[in-house]
């Protein structure tokens, strides 16, 4: 394993505020929400996988509006069909059964992702296709960073992510990890560097201090170091798809 499975600290978190500024439609079959970036253009464009909080979270709908600001068309699928871990559950809250005995759709992830990219190569027109994924997320985009589906993949405290799903990418990787994480502590990253040093395929992992698990999508805002924490893993994120995902990046 390139990284844990999902653990309690997978639901812990701050809601944050802001009003969102997209629209939910279905793309093929599947509850999406979707924002343009200013001209509207969907050639280059991002899909969003998330944690186990889905969609709906106003926190990775705020992040999908700050994508489409800096230009890229994006999308949020629904990975869970509405059944989602709530902000903070209770302390006998299960992941792992809810995982397993309360979601036996989780085996449909894979075909929720792919219809989507069908729609979006297809229909709506999206020429580069890049991928964010936060925890839960993180294991799809790998598994999808492959030609013709995914170009370019961005992960942050991935969670999931087995160590064949990571040797298996065909595309450029960034990874933005947390100092404290039990599911992608320093043993998992290093065996993910290990991973990467031997790819052909441009990679980069950058570490945050002071922040746990879930601090790209839901930290604490009014602590400074937490704060700058996710405004950088997010310019990360930026600064990897205007490099790779761009068409002139797509040649490097």
């Given at each position: ?15 944050h ?29 991002i ?143 290093h ?20 922040v ?6 839901r ?34």
């Amino acid at each position: 394993m390139a990284s844990y499975p999902p653990g309690k600290c997978c639901g812990v978190g701050v809601k944050h505020e802001g009003t969102a500024e997209g629209e939910v439609k279905t793309l093929g079959g599947v509850r999406t929400y979707l924002t343009y970036p200013k001209d509207k253009s969907t050639h280059n464009a991002i899909l969003i996988l998330t944690d186990v909080m889905g969609m709906d979270s106003i926190n990775v709908q705020l992040i999908a509006d700050q994508f489409a600001a800096n230009g890229y068309f994006t999308a949020i699928p629904d990975l869970f069909n509405g059944n989602v871990v709530p902000m903070n559950p209770p302390a006998d809250f299960d992941i792992m059964k809810w995982l397993g005995t309360e979601m036996p759709h989780v085996p449909a992830v894979d075909p929720i992702v792919e219809a989507v990219i069908k729609d979006l190569r297809g229909n709506y027109g999206v020429k580069r296709l890049g991928s964010a994924g936060y925890c839960f997320g993180a294991k799809y985009v790998c598994r999808w960073l492959k030609g013709g589906k995914l170009d370019v993949g961005y992960v942050a405290h991935p969670s999931f992510v087995n160590a064949e799903e990571l040797e298996g990418i065909e595309g450029p990787l960034s990874i933005a990890a947390a100092e404290t994480d039990s599911i992608f502590p320093a043993e998992k990253r290093h065996e993910s560097e290990k991973i990467l040093e031997k790819h052909t395929v441009p990679y980069q992992i950058n570490l945050f201090s002071d922040v746990e698990h879930g601090f790209a999508v839901r930290c604490d805002l009014s602590k400074k170091r937490q704060k700058f924490a996710k405004e950088q893993a997010f310019c990360q994120a930026v600064s990897w798809f205007d490099e790779y995902l761009q068409d002139d990046g797509a040649a490097a």
